[in-house]
């Protein structure tokens, strides 16, 4: 196999559009808030936790090779996902601060997470590590989008974070991976296949153990225990309703195709709409 150029992106440059919105999280901060429901809030709180690390790791992880990168159109896209991502992690941490406020343990996640990523030096692993999680988050994000029934009920901040988090997410999920094939153009396409992937399976583990543990401090911090009828619940919640975990399944899967490109997974149609209808009270609300 011959290695390839990089592919080109769907979502064009002037389609990465970073919006410099403030939510203000921590002012609504409260238990329960997404659907009254513990599990699932505590699901989506745990990942909010991982993402100021989690971003600020992104973003250094891409820039490292920004000046290296000969295409002036991916060069642009570099910058305008590190304008994204870096209001992504200052929203979050505001969002993360309401969790402090509420009694959480933030800092112990933090730290967690930090320990977790700091022990690849590699930048090639650590970009790689950025392609995988950026197909996690488009994979949530496109489900946030699609099913919008599934915030409907939440308060407006909350709703209205996820829902502009998701939609950049989607906007920019091909940037680190354009990257990535740029920086090894001169690797056998199979040797970039098997390192891609071998990446992916460890880092789906690591991803699975990081969330698991945040929620399972959540709960502890709520009082709450965890019991065989705590599991069968999630199990029910992932597998079937809301069966977030399964409908995920499918783009999950596709990064393992040998030819993957995260635009693959892209429904036009749902990204036009979205971009087309986006406006957010909490624009109006901080201008
Ligand atoms: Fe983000
Ligand atoms: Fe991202």
Redesign the pocket.
């Known amino acids: 196999m011959q290695a390839t150029d990089p592919t080109p992106a769907i979502m064009t440059t002037d389609q990465i559009i970073p919006r410099d919105i403030r939510f203000n999280v921590s002012r609504y901060a409260t238990r329960n808030w997404l659907c009254g429901d513990p599990d699932q809030t505590a699901f989506v709180d745990g990942l909010s936790a991982l993402l100021p690390e989690g971003?600020r790791y992104f973003v250094k992880a891409v820039r490292h090779y920004q000046d290296s990168i000969t295409d002036p159109d991916l060069r642009e896209r570099v910058t305008r996902f590190v304008a994204?991502?870096t209001n992504?992690s200052r929203e979050h941490i505001d969002y993360n601060n309401g969790m402090r406020n509420l009694g959480y343990n933030v800092d112990v996640m933090e730290a967690r997470l930090r320990a977790k990523l700091d022990i690849t030096k590699s930048p090639l692993v650590r970009l790689a590590v950025t392609c995988c999680i950026e197909h996690f988050?488009a994979i949530f994000s496109d489900q946030v989008l699609r099913h919008s029934s599934y915030l409907e009920r939440a308060p407006v901040a909350y709703r209205e974070i996820w829902q502009w988090?998701a939609l950049?997410?989607l906007e920019h999920k091909a940037v680190p991976f354009d990257v990535f094939t740029f920086v090894t153009r001169d690797m056998p396409a199979w040797k970039r296949y098997v390192f891609r992937t071998a990446v992916m399976l460890k880092l789906t583990k690591n991803f699975i153990v990081q969330l698991y543990s945040n929620v399972r401090d959540i709960f502890h911090t709520d009082g709450k225990k965890l019991t065989l009828m705590t599991w069968i619940r999630w199990l029910w919640k992932m597998a079937y309703n809301p069966g977030l975990v399964r409908r995920s399944l499918p783009n999950y899967f596709r990064y393992y195709l040998p030819g993957f490109h995260p635009e693959d997974c892209t429904d036009k149609e749902l990204m036009q709409r979205w971009r087309e209808n986006y406006h957010p009270a909490a624009v109006t609300e901080n201008q």
């Open positions: 971003e994204q991502e992504h988050t988090h950049e997410e």
